[in-house]
Structure formats: C-alpha cells, structure tokens
C-alpha cells in the first residue's frame, strides 16, 4: 500500500485526486484494447481523468456540461444542456412538469448556458471542438458524485453517439450508484457509502482545482500523443 495512504483516516480514503485516478485505472484496465476516450467533468475530474487516460493510453478531454436553472431558483435544475455536435438538452421531465415554465423560458435558458460553455470552451481548450465519440467507449469521470444530476445528463446524451458509455468515479451515494446504473453500460464505483458524508469527505487533499491546472493536464496529455 502506498506509504501516503497508510497515514490516511477511514473517512479521508483517497490521497487526492491523482490518486484516486490510479486507483480508478486499475480497476478499468479492461478497457486499454478498446481505445476509449476518457472525458472528465471540470474541473475535479480532470485530475482524476488524467491518471486514467494515462494508463489506458487514452485521449482525455472535458465534457462540458451547464445546468438550466428554473425561473427564480437557478439551483433547481430543469435539467441540462451538454456539448457536442449539436448540444443535447436533456431535461428532468419532472421537474418541468412541475414548475411550467413560460413559453420561451427554456429556450433562453439554454441560449445562455451555451455562451457560458463556448467561454469555458475557449479557456480549456482553445476553441477546439469536443474530442470524436462516435463509435468509442467513452469513459466518463468526475472526483465524486453526490446527486447525480449533472453526470446523468452526460450520460443520457453520450449514449446515443457512443459505442458504449461507462461511469468511472471514486466514491458516489450507495442510493446514487443504484439509480446510475441504469444510465450506463458499466459503473465503476471505487467507494459507495450508505452514510454518505460529501465528495471532499473522503479525501485528504481536496483542495480546489483551477483553471491553469486543467489546461496544463489537458496539454499534457495531447503531448504525450495518446
């Protein structure tokens, strides 16, 4: 076991991301003949998705991914528009049922989460489009997962232009894990408490990643030629 990890509570299982991610990679060596794409949410799972492209000699690129906010509550999602070519909405029927939002409402939503995304596009990547899926297995990853919500509306738009989609994070809610399963192909879960605390519970290092290390693992990785 690694000497770092000896030092670690219980509670605090992963070193920090990178960390997590070689654990992860271990466990999903399976797919090293595939030739899968890994693509993390920003910016937690970049780190974790680094590690994991790196030992699958796989391309890694972010998902970029915006909640639409409800009218007046902007932390309730609606659901959520995710990249690619076209953008995918995928909405939470419930929700929208619920609430009913005014004609145009969502339209204008979305509008304005694809400006959010097309600067984050610039800054991560230059402008450049989403790395190719079609026809892949698409490893999708983050350093956690807490409800669910954002990594399902990945999913749910993957998987219609991916070979096949697999859900690759270190630690989510027991109950979160079940409900997820049926939005992919495969779900590796390294960590799935009943007792859920938070992501960064289980981590010693959970310091917040930025920006300039997002781009830099990004550029690494295209360096190293995968």
Do not use: W
């Amino acid at each position: 076991m690694d000497k770092h990890r000896d030092n670690l509570s219980y509670a605090a299982y992963f070193v920090d991301r990178r960390d997590a991610g070689r654990l992860l990679a271990k466990a999903l060596t399976r797919y090293r003949d595939e030739q899968p794409v890994v693509l993390a949410l920003p910016r937690g799972g970049v780190p974790v998705g680094f590690e994991i492209a790196q030992a699958l000699g796989a391309p890694l690129d972010v998902l970029l991914v915006r909640k639409l906010g409800a009218p007046g509550f902007p932390e309730l999602g609606l659901g959520a528009v995710v990249e690619g070519t076209p953008p995918q909405r995928v909405l939470n029927e419930n929700v929208v049922s619920a609430l009913h939002p005014p004609p145009g409402y969502l339209e204008a939503e979305e509008a304005r989460q694809l400006s959010l995304m097309a600067e984050r596009r610039q800054r991560y990547r230059g402008g450049r489009p989403l790395v190719p899926v079609e026809h892949h297995t698409v490893i999708v990853t983050d350093d956690g997962v807490a409800t669910g919500g954002t990594v399902r509306a990945a999913l749910r738009a993957l998987s219609a232009r991916a070979r096949r989609t697999v859900l690759a994070v270190p630690v989510a809610p027991h109950v979160v894990v079940d409900a997820l399963a049926a939005e992919t192909d495969d779900l590796v879960c390294l960590l799935s408490p009943v007792d859920f605390h938070s992501v960064g519970f289980y981590y010693g290092d959970f310091t917040q990643v930025e920006d300039e290390e997002v781009v830099e693992l990004l550029a690494r990785r295209r360096a190293e030629g995968a």
